[in-house]
């Protein structure tokens, strides 16, 4: 089975910087996803990581240690529009096409 | 229309009725997704079809019944639910199954579904 741990909530100003983490417990760890998700709207993906290391896209960047089960998800010159649920989802070889996800993070964005 | 598309986006049914939820996806993908997300709890995997062919199905109750015509739609069908199955019910889909770069899962708007 997997077991997937993200913080519920953070907050944080605009412009400054947040940092999500993901622990998660998997057999045959195969990748692992971002989605941002505003409230009553789809998740939209972010960022996908199998390889230890950072990648970044813009202003936003993910990072994976494989050994550690622990991933990242680093929000910088936060907006308001960055206010949103940010969920971490794991995929294993063990389940063709299950994406596993965690509860999701809800980051508030104050003035 | 683009991307996944979702219909109804809100529905209120009784426990007795019959309905069905429709999912279409304008992306020429090979693997569709049905999702549950109750509030504060994590998205929950319902069934993934790849090639029109089930490949998934996670402990679903009997009450939903999947249909998958083409790779294009998807249906959720739902009978004598209960008001615990009231959630958001969301659709993707992906390239194939197979996690890997660039084949990613793109959501629907999802239906709001409330059990009376």
């Known amino acids: 089975g997997q077991n997937i741990d993200q913080p519920t909530e953070m907050t944080a100003t605009e412009g400054a910087i947040v940092q999500i983490n993901c622990t998660y417990q998997?057999?045959?760890?195969?990748?692992l996803f971002w989605y941002q998700q505003h409230a009553g709207e789809a998740p939209t993906f972010l960022s996908y990581?199998?390889?230890?290391g950072l990648e970044e896209k813009g202003r936003f960047s993910s990072f994976l240690s494989r050994s550690k089960g622990y991933s990242y998800l680093l929000l910088k010159e936060l907006q308001m529009k960055d206010s949103a649920s940010y969920l971490c989802a794991v995929t294993s070889t063990d389940s063709w096409g299950k994406f596993q996800f965690g509860a999701g993070t809800q980051v508030v964005v104050t003035p | 229309e683009t991307g996944v598309t979702q219909t109804p986006r809100h529905l209120v049914m009784g426990m007795t009725n019959k309905k069905s939820l429709k999912c279409e996806q304008h992306?020429?993908?090979?693997?569709m997704y049905w999702y549950k997300q109750s509030a504060k709890k994590p998205l929950e995997l319902m069934f993934v079809y790849s090639l029109e062919e089930r490949v998934e199905n996670n402990s679903v109750p009997s009450r939903f019944s999947p249909e998958c015509p083409n790779s294009s739609h998807l249906f959720l069908h739902l009978h004598t639910l209960q008001p615990e199955d009231s959630a958001l019910y969301l659709c993707?889909?992906?390239?194939?199954?197979?996690?890997?770069?660039?084949?990613?899962?793109?959501f629907g708007p999802g239906t709001r579904l409330t059990v009376l």
């Open positions: 990581n199998v390889l230890d």
């Open positions: 998997t057999s045959g760890f195969n990748g």
């Open positions: 993707a889909s992906s390239q194939d199954p197979a996690p890997r770069p660039g084949n990613e899962q793109f």
């Open positions: 992306l020429g993908h090979n693997a």
